[in-house]
């Protein structure tokens, strides 16, 4: 079971907010895509594959439990689910810090491919070295349960 | 079954780029949820609701097709999935203009709950006068599945 | 006569405002420009040109009738208005749904010439294939019915 | 005559790029807006008014000579035009040093009106103390011509 | 001696880059700014303060040793150098991470003042309760020397 | 001692404000980054040097003396403070104007250097021609005292 990584860490400012006065959920999602971008790229290095380019493939699911306010510190965690040969899937878990309280605001789970850049097309590389064990891409994948 | 309803159309400038050169999601993310927000109020008026206020409660599924380009002229198009006591449900289709094609880059589904924004702690409120039938909140609705 | 073609739409967000607490007016004038040109684009690939890269030489009038608010919907609304050898002008019409009401806020109109933008200096080139009627350029034209 | 003032002088970074890797024009619009009324503001309190809030009310005419690039230091010059019971029209002009080349790169002319910010509606209010000689609205002015 | 604190984390796009093409100071600077005072609460609270309000009065120093490029995954680590009465000095470390490589790109020192935003003119307010030892406020402190 | 140059000149907007409601440092702080760069490079030409492309390397002192608000119109003047064989000194006041009083609101000083864009790793390169009386690098310079 992989531990939780801090990807993203920021302040959130006026400029941040919808009309209601909060947070735009638009500025969460962007930190999300991000932040398990970045926990993504650790993890494939981790598993012994060479820092890749990722670029995201889908949103599994996000839900927003609370609001975020001017003035949080809000906090991006990743953690790795699973990854196949050419994809990977984050879990990001974001957090609220206000006042003395931390608040779990969010939850996101995010699925990036690895792209060479250097190819026209983008075409999907894959992200490990040669022999990940076959069906790898598709098993639910050790890295989640 | 609805129509989809243009919500969002916007030109894809150079500082909305990721470090790959591409659009970057969190942009693309950022519009979707605006747009479910304002196809959804809009679908709240036309089943004879009051204009809510809608907060976005979970983003159920988000997929990037294509890349989207610096240049490209982006429509997110919206058409309601369900619509339940105090939340609603938006399917988003993003479709990118570029040169003569019009490319389907993205699709996203996003849950979006009315709110009461002069009760304190901001409470749920219902988009619909009284008597929706029963169980309307739980059923999978045909929408959907 | 050219029909209205929605080029734009989008919300207004609290960081889009003036120090008066309306939308400022560069934000509007910024999505003007940028409707002109999408709208522009689409006139000249109808009347037969190839897609353009145009860029703005003028802004003949703009007139700001009423405050945009944050949580507007806008809407940038193009039509033709002439379409000379190298220069197109646009005629914008701004929108603004607020609550069930639909405003009409602002109104201009914008003037762009085709560039060649693999030319040094990017100088202006041709928007139709070679024979529009002499003197098109010039005249105050109905270039438009 | 009025002389001409220096409102707002900025330096072009590449987020302020359109698609074609050129300064955007609602860039150049956008500081042009802000310009005219700061520049405005000075104006009223010159002729003997309180210093006002101003809203735009139309841009008469905007001119684009040239593009701006990245990295030009761009310069905001304001001039009064004339100045009415309630309205004042300004000059902007638009330099831009690029180098050790000072450019004359667009030029616009932008029509303000004195607002209460105080009262519902925000209705026009005058800019000058009271007895501005009658027709002052109406004429040519003597600022400008 | 104060451990360091990870205050902010984030990527750097290509909307923070500087004519050059690297990242722009500027946007080093901001974070420097919010990270002091995100750590420097902290620092407040862990001296056994109320979370205070801080606003900015000085930065001593930032050293740019290195620039910062688009892509990098930029760190902001906070320690403090000394509290006094009513302000705060603490020390902020900016790291960057690219490729597999962790680069130290900046060094900068800040002071904050607590201040009291429910008065008017936002008086100067203690950090700490009442009693800390004379002169703590001007002694060169423990935490630096 | 050279004079003062306006390097600089814009209004503040509320999405340049920090979560007490006055404009954030960090925009004060990028702006500061700026102007000496605008103002060294004029330096530099001034004393004889080819305008040259500079880059921050340190920020000597910067004070903030009074909160900067929206709608406050923000001055950033420079003067030399030393210039040395690869390096320069800038001094960076910065005024609000805000109504009719002219506030003194931050003091700063900032290095740069010359840098080499078009070699790998952009080393610093003189910024004057080649005779500058021996030791100028380390002399407190005619600029400042």
Do not use: C
């Not at 302040?11 to 947070?23: A, E, L, S």
């Not at 439990?65 to 050419?86: K, Q």
Request: hydrophobic share 40%; charged share 20%; net charge neutral.
């Amino acid at each position: 079971m992989s531990d939780w990584y801090l990807a993203i860490q920021v302040v959130m400012m006026p400029r941040d907010t919808n009309p209601h006065g909060t947070i735009f959920g638009g500025v969460i999602l962007s930190y999300i895509d991000q932040a398990g971008a970045i926990g993504g790229r650790r993890e494939v290095a981790r598993a012994g594959g060479a820092l890749p380019y990722l670029a995201t493939v889908a949103v599994n699911r996000v839900e927003f439990h609370r609001s975020v306010l001017v003035g949080d510190v809000v906090r991006f965690l990743t953690r790795l689910v699973r990854i196949g040969r050419t994809s990977i899937t984050m879990q990001v878990r974001v957090e609220a810090d206000r006042g003395d309280q931390t608040l779990h605001v969010t939850e996101a789970e995010v699925v990036y491919v690895g792209v060479d850049l250097n190819s026209p097309g983008r075409p999907p590389t894959p992200l490990l070295p040669d022999r990940p064990s076959p069906g790898a891409e598709d098993s639910p994948s050790q890295g989640k349960s």
